[in-house]
């Protein structure tokens, strides 16, 4: 092999050996998308869900699900209400 060859299959393991290093996806993927809202009626709360840091996202989340069909809303963790809840959960 000359030595061109041997530079060439040199870099291009030196290259892969870089590009298995990075992560696909800075933070992961969460399921909160932005800060979320601060408080939600405590009337309209069906259900909660705590979710923690974890391979797949590196952030705590709190999904509220809403009474009525309403849908689900991510609640700001750093909220007063939020700390309330994980602290009870």
Not at 41 to 46: L, R, S
Request: include cysteine; aromatic fraction near 4%; charged fraction near 20%.
């Amino acid at each position: 092999m000359s030595v061109k060859g041997m530079v060439i299959v040199l870099a291009v393991i030196f290259c892969a050996t870089i590009a298995q290093g990075f992560p696909m996806f800075k933070g992961g993927r969460c399921l909160c998308i932005g800060p979320g809202v601060k408080a939600v009626k405590v009337a309209n709360i069906e259900k909660v869900s705590v979710i923690y840091p974890s391979n797949n996202c590196d952030k705590i989340e709190v999904i509220i699900i809403l009474k009525t069909h309403k849908g689900q809303r991510c609640l700001n963790p750093r909220s007063k209400q939020a700390n309330i809840i994980i602290k009870v959960g």
